[in-house]
Protein backbone atom coordinates (compact mmCIF):
# COMPACT_ATOMS: atom_id res chain seq x y z
CA UNK A 1 0.00 0.00 0.00
CA UNK A 2 1.41 3.21 -0.97
CA UNK A 3 2.21 5.78 1.91
CA UNK A 4 3.17 9.16 2.22
CA UNK A 5 5.30 11.01 4.59
CA UNK A 6 5.87 14.30 4.89
CA UNK A 7 8.52 16.36 6.90
CA UNK A 8 10.54 19.36 7.18
CA UNK A 9 7.90 21.45 8.74
CA UNK A 10 8.82 24.26 11.37
CA UNK A 11 8.75 27.38 13.30
CA UNK A 12 9.73 30.34 11.53
CA UNK A 13 9.59 34.49 11.38
CA UNK A 14 7.78 35.89 8.98
CA UNK A 15 10.11 35.94 5.76
CA UNK A 16 11.93 32.90 6.58
CA UNK A 17 11.94 30.11 4.16
CA UNK A 18 11.25 26.20 4.50
CA UNK A 19 11.20 23.02 2.51
CA UNK A 20 9.05 20.54 3.03
CA UNK A 21 9.39 16.76 1.81
CA UNK A 22 6.73 13.94 0.66
CA UNK A 23 8.45 11.13 0.46
CA UNK A 24 5.98 7.85 -0.88
CA UNK A 25 7.14 4.31 0.24
CA UNK A 26 5.45 1.02 -1.04
CA UNK A 27 4.75 1.87 -4.65
CA UNK A 28 6.44 3.19 -7.93
CA UNK A 29 5.67 6.32 -9.09
CA UNK A 30 3.33 6.60 -11.94
CA UNK A 31 1.72 8.98 -13.83
CA UNK A 32 0.06 10.56 -11.18
CA UNK A 33 -0.89 14.33 -10.12
CA UNK A 34 0.68 15.08 -6.70
CA UNK A 35 -0.33 18.25 -4.77
CA UNK A 36 0.31 20.01 -1.37
CA UNK A 37 -2.33 21.04 1.11
CA UNK A 38 -2.65 23.16 4.06
CA UNK A 39 -5.56 23.35 6.46
CA UNK A 40 -5.29 25.94 9.77
CA UNK A 41 -6.86 25.26 12.60
CA UNK A 42 -10.60 26.21 11.95
CA UNK A 43 -10.16 26.33 8.79
CA UNK A 44 -10.97 24.29 5.07
CA UNK A 45 -8.45 22.09 3.41
CA UNK A 46 -7.46 23.99 0.55
CA UNK A 47 -4.68 23.35 -2.71
CA UNK A 48 -1.50 24.95 -2.60
CA UNK A 49 0.19 23.52 -5.37
CA UNK A 50 -0.20 20.73 -8.10
CA UNK A 51 2.27 18.70 -10.32
CA UNK A 52 1.62 16.35 -13.05
CA UNK A 53 3.99 13.68 -14.37
CA UNK A 54 5.39 15.77 -16.72
CA UNK A 55 6.56 18.29 -14.06
CA UNK A 56 3.95 21.22 -15.31
CA UNK A 57 3.21 23.48 -11.81
CA UNK A 58 0.44 25.21 -10.60
CA UNK A 59 -0.10 27.55 -7.58
CA UNK A 60 -2.84 28.55 -5.58
CA UNK A 61 -3.10 32.31 -5.42
CA UNK A 62 -1.33 32.69 -2.05
CA UNK A 63 1.56 30.77 -3.15
CA UNK A 64 2.29 31.37 -6.49
CA UNK A 65 5.82 33.64 -6.36
CA UNK A 66 6.36 32.12 -3.13
CA UNK A 67 6.39 28.75 -3.24
CA UNK A 68 7.91 26.50 -5.74
CA UNK A 69 6.66 22.73 -6.17
CA UNK A 70 8.93 20.12 -7.60
CA UNK A 71 9.16 15.98 -7.83
CA UNK A 72 12.35 13.80 -7.92
CA UNK A 73 11.38 10.13 -8.97
CA UNK A 74 14.63 9.20 -8.77
CA UNK A 75 14.08 9.15 -5.05
CA UNK A 76 10.15 8.97 -4.58
CA UNK A 77 10.06 12.89 -2.91
CA UNK A 78 7.94 15.55 -3.69
CA UNK A 79 9.17 18.91 -2.46
CA UNK A 80 7.58 22.52 -1.67
CA UNK A 81 9.76 24.98 -1.08
CA UNK A 82 8.57 27.64 0.76
CA UNK A 83 10.29 31.59 0.91
CA UNK A 84 8.96 34.68 2.42
CA UNK A 85 6.89 33.39 4.39
CA UNK A 86 3.59 35.15 6.04
CA UNK A 87 1.57 34.38 9.19
CA UNK A 88 -1.31 33.25 6.98
CA UNK A 89 1.18 30.66 6.18
CA UNK A 90 0.58 28.95 9.66
CA UNK A 91 -0.97 25.38 8.70
CA UNK A 92 -0.58 21.90 9.00
CA UNK A 93 0.91 20.56 5.17
CA UNK A 94 0.06 17.59 3.62
CA UNK A 95 0.91 15.89 0.36
CA UNK A 96 -0.94 13.75 -1.78
CA UNK A 97 -1.24 11.43 -4.56
CA UNK A 98 -4.37 11.72 -7.16
CA UNK A 99 -6.24 9.18 -8.78
CA UNK A 100 -5.13 10.05 -12.33
CA UNK A 101 -2.37 12.38 -13.90
CA UNK A 102 -5.30 15.44 -14.23
CA UNK A 103 -4.35 18.60 -11.25
CA UNK A 104 -6.72 19.56 -9.36
CA UNK A 105 -7.48 20.94 -5.73
CA UNK A 106 -10.86 18.69 -5.30
CA UNK A 107 -10.20 16.73 -2.27
CA UNK A 108 -12.13 14.00 -3.91
CA UNK A 109 -9.75 14.23 -6.35
CA UNK A 110 -6.80 12.48 -4.20
CA UNK A 111 -6.96 9.24 -2.99
CA UNK A 112 -3.58 9.05 -0.35
CA UNK A 113 -2.70 11.55 1.65
CA UNK A 114 0.06 11.67 4.48
CA UNK A 115 -0.29 12.98 7.52
CA UNK A 116 1.03 15.95 7.60
CA UNK A 117 3.95 18.58 8.89
CA UNK A 118 3.04 21.91 10.73
CA UNK A 119 4.48 25.44 9.62
CA UNK A 120 4.07 28.06 12.29
CA UNK A 121 4.61 31.59 10.66
CA UNK A 122 5.56 34.33 13.46
CA UNK A 123 5.12 37.95 12.84
Known amino acids: RLRLVESGGGSVQSGGSLKLSCKWTGGTYASYCMAWFRQSPGGKREGVATIDSSHDSKYADSARGRFTISLDKRVDTMYLEMNDLKPEDTAMYYC?????????????????WGQGTQVTVSS
Open 96 to 112: ARGRNNLCGYSLQSYIY
